[in-house]
């Protein structure tokens, strides 16, 4: 059950990408896993995509749909691409759990003129109480993980994300937060929405 | 037999070169004529389109899949790759593979008679490099009818092929697949391939190259150079784990210089096993032309030479081959994709280093089936 209700939530990211992606844009997809977003990338937005991930087998699918695929550790950068060698470099769900996010942001912004970031808000409402009254670590139903076994080793909130844009002269040119299953685009103050958004999921560039 | 062999095969020879248009070789002498030896398996279209070219490595030949006669023990060298249903699916695709020049399974090579003496070519016979490889496979796909090759594929030696292929005649060549291969050999296999050339040149029996015909030739040296070449292509995680320090008979210690430990006798079998089919010259030729590959040389600075490329590109490499590194793979990923080209690589985790492609087959065939079905969808080509 739980692990339906994430499926859900994975695929409202989706369906989010894929309004904000460009038409016939050329698409990096960091994590892509079995390539599926790419997929539906082609098939409603026309890209031309590559998919990276640390396990190579799983590129394979991408493979058969005509894919470029690279096999590699985002943690270790990614110096065989070019600079602006895609208009879009996807970074969903995937920023949490890497070692050295620093290092994967700027690669992100190297190679793309923009980068789609999506991450757990981990100060939303529900882990906060969890924390104050319960005070055990976080957990909820989008994080279904006790501290042992989360391969989120990254916990960020969205102020955590607003200051180091600002810090890093990033811009973010879109934001989308997901409140109550809603995604929701209204510029609220930032602090109702640090509390509120389970996920946000920002369009970013260089200054 | 296999449900999913592609049975029984008859190699054919197709013959070029004759009289007044010979080959010309890289270093300008000239061959001809000019026998290649190959096979075929599957069926081709009605536009010649579905066709696959297989380039093998240094020991390999044309004899990929199937078997020559249904009494035969030992199937093609790639049989678990090519066949119906399988990684290059022959239900699907025509594919096809022949014998180098400079081999010695039914090409011109050294072992062939020199036209002119009516002899054995020896060391008469003149340098070829694998763009002149490539070169006489280039006859032979034309003389198919094959105006472009759906894919041309191979590992070791055999992606040397696949990259000169891809560089020589970019037209020709919708996809590539370079198995664990490079831009050109590092300074250490070029290092082990001097030892096994010089473990022929000083085996007496080896004459200056003249030992063809009444004598058994190089046996010792050739077994030695096979001996040297086979611990280059496994890794040594898998010396541990297969053989480790295991003593071949006794548990007692003999104290002289005989075969005890089960890694020497292992590749005395394997050296005295090549000797059988394989010709000595041949190796030092092929050899050769390994060493003297060298896209920069050729092409300029990998990032320039992969500019004419125009095939989509799948580069597999394999965790524990430092024969031939996945560092060197990446460099050829990294040239294309400073291009903008079309380029894939996965790097596949095996414990078998180098033979890791002849080995791997499970894993290959997903990642092959995979890219050449993705090769029809891609809008690139």
Redesign the interface.
């Known amino acids: 059950m739980t692990s339906q209700y994430v499926d859900r939530l994975s695929r409202t990211d989706r369906d989010m990408i894929l309004t904000l992606v460009p038409e016939g844009s050329r698409v990096l997809d960091l994590g892509c896993g079995d390539c599926g977003l790419l997929r539906e990338l082609i098939d409603k937005k026309n890209i031309?995509g590559t998919g990276v991930d640390i396990d190579?087998?799983q590129?394979?699918?991408?493979?058969?749909?005509?894919?470029?695929?690279?096999?590699?550790d985002l943690d270790e950068g990614l110096?065989?691409?070019?600079d602006d060698?895609f208009d879009c470099v996807i970074l969903n769900q995937t920023l949490q759990v890497v070692k050295n996010p620093l290092l994967v942001l700027n690669e992100m912004l190297r190679i793309g003129r923009y980068g789609i970031v999506g991450f757990p808000n981990f100060a939303q409402w529900q882990l906060r109480r969890r924390l104050f009254f319960g005070g055990r670590a976080p957990k909820s139903r989008a994080l279904p993980f006790e501290w042992y076994d989360t391969p989120n080793i990254r916990v960020l909130s969205i102020k955590d994300f607003f200051d180091y844009c600002r810090l890093n002269r990033i811009r973010i040119v879109h934001r989308r937060h997901l409140i109550c299953g809603r995604w929701v685009r209204s510029p609220l103050w930032s602090s109702a929405v640090n509390m509120l958004a389970h996920i946000g999921l920002y369009v970013v560039t260089r200054k | 037999m296999d449900r999913n062999s592609v049975g029984r095969v008859t190699p054919a020879t197709f013959t070029f070169g004759d009289g007044d248009d010979p080959l010309t070789l890289e270093s300008g002498h000239t061959l001809g004529p000019v026998d290649i030896v190959y096979e075929t398996y599957g069926e081709p279209n009605a536009d010649r389109s579905n066709a696959i070219l297989i380039c093998h490595a240094l020991s390999g030949d044309h004899h990929a899949a199937g078997v020559h006669d249904v009494h035969d023990r030992y199937t093609g060298w790639w049989d678990g790759m090519i066949g119906p249903g399988k990684g290059f699916d022959t239900r699907r695709y025509w594919v096809i593979c022949s014998n180098i020049i400079g081999g010695c399974k039914g090409s011109t090579g050294p072992a062939s008679i020199n036209a002119e003496t009516g002899r054995p070519y020896g060391l008469d016979f003149p340098m070829v490099t694998i763009g002149d490889m490539v070169t006489a496979q280039k006859k032979l796909v034309d003389h198919l009818g094959i105006s472009r090759l759906y894919c041309v594929a191979g590992g070791s030696m055999g992606g040397f092929q696949v990259l000169e292929w891809s560089l020589r005649y970019p037209q020709m060549v919708r996809s590539a697949i370079s198995i664990a291969s490079a831009a050109r050999l590092s300074t250490q296999a070029i290092a082990f391939n001097a030892v096994g050339r010089s473990a022929i040149t000083r085996d007496p029996e080896w004459q200056g190259g003249r030992y063809n015909g009444n004598s058994p030739g190089p046996e010792k040296g050739l077994a030695i150079a096979r001996m040297v070449g086979h611990i280059t292509y496994l890794s040594e995680l898998l010396l541990d784990a297969k053989f480790g320090r295991r003593l071949q008979s006794a548990n007692r210690l003999r104290y002289n210089f005989s075969n005890e430990f089960a890694i020497e006798s292992y590749l005395e079998y394997k050296g005295s096993a090549f000797t059988k089919r394989f010709d000595a010259n041949s190796y030092l030729y092929i050899t050769k032309a390994m060493d003297y590959f060298d896209i920069p040389r050729s092409y300029g600075p990998l990032k320039e030479a992969f500019a004419r490329a125009r095939a989509?590109y799948?580069f597999v490499s394999y965790s524990t081959d430092w024969l031939f590194p996945t560092a060197q793979t990446?460099e050829m990923?990294?040239a294309l994709?400073?291009n903008?080209k079309?380029?894939?690589?996965?790097?596949?985790?095996s414990p078998y280093g180098h033979d890791a492609f002849l080995v791997e087959e499970e894993?290959l065939t997903?990642?092959i089936?995979?890219?050449l079905?993705?090769?029809?969808?891609?809008?690139?080509s």
Do not use: Y
Request: charged content about 25%.
């Open positions: 031309r190579g087998m590129l394979v699918e991408g493979l058969a749909d005509g894919l470029d695929v690279f096999q590699g110096a065989d691409f070019p060698a | 989509r799948l990446r990923v990294r994709l400073s903008g079309s380029v894939s690589f996965i790097d596949i985790d894993k997903r990642i089936a995979g890219f079905e993705g090769v029809g969808k891609g809008a690139a």
